[in-house]
């Protein structure tokens, strides 16, 4: 029987079948097409949603980054009430009621403490220069001449990725950071992510306007999440934007994270082929 390449032509037949059984695909630029299905969920939701939208995205372990709008700037207030005279706190307590309530008065209270216009120029150091503190909680006079605090999706991510890269803080108050930042609040983004999950994000909350910005630390494959939604008719479509590209984005990860560069996955306890 004649020979092709030292393998009769019953065993090639035999091993091309096996290739194909066992073979994963490796079309080039797979992951990409996955980012593509992101952008096309997130296109829809923003053409549903009457108001302005704008998304930044960042995969924490590539660097590759998503981006709508994302140097727009609407307005990204904090909120609140304390009881003045009362209770002795500390500023770390302030800012975790900050951030877990969105207090008003602690957010004041830490504002004067630190000077507005030390926060902007630490904020200049580094090179954000569209987020800006310009009044306190609760002015309506400095709202109404419109000195509103304002940010940008892209400047947030930006911010949150040195942040998680240790440019800012050092170890011990970048670990401090981001276990304030995933106090367990009210807010979008983790609103329909898995249970224990950490996520470390502020959400902010205006009439006409609705804000969450954080990181998702999804085991092996954390990414940055900057959702702001401003112009809103109803403030609830603001809210369910978010968190359905919030979910959108989650799954999206967790594929990532769960797979192998060809896609395969293998799920705890599966021992098949």
Known sequence: ??????????NR????????????????????????????????????????????????????????????????????????????ITLRDLATMMVAVSDNSATNV???????????T????????????????????????????????AEMMALLEDLYRGKVLNKEFTNDFFKMLSTHKNSFIPRDLPEGLKIANKPGELEGVRNDSGIVFVEKRPYVICTMTTYLRRERDGEEAIRRISLETYRMFDRLARASEYGRVISPGNSSR
């Not at 029987?1 to 019953?10: A, K, S, T």
């Not at 930044?56 to 003045?84: C, F, N, R, W």
């Not at 306190?136 to 940008?152: C, F, I, S, Y």
């Open 1 to 10: 029987m004649p020979c092709f390449g030292g393998i009769q032509p019953l």
């Open 13 to 88: 037949f035999a091993a091309f079948i096996l290739l194909l059984a066992t073979s994963v695909a490796q079309a080039p630029n797979k992951q990409q097409v996955l980012w593509q299905k992101l952008e096309a969920s997130i296109a829809e939701v923003d053409r549903n949603l009457d108001g302005v939208l704008g998304v930044a995205i960042e995969d924490l372990t590539t660097g590759q980054k998503y981006l709508l709008h994302a140097d727009e700037v609407p307005d990204s207030d904090i909120m609140g009430g304390l009881t003045p005279g009362v209770t002795r």
């Open 110 to 120: 830490l504002i004067d403490r630190v000077g507005m216009e030390n926060v902007n």
């Open 122 to 153: 630490f904020l200049d150091s580094l090179g954000l220069t569209h987020i800006r503190l310009r009044r306190r909680m609760m002015d309506l006079k400095a709202a109404g001449e419109r000195r509103e605090n304002v940010a940008t999706p």
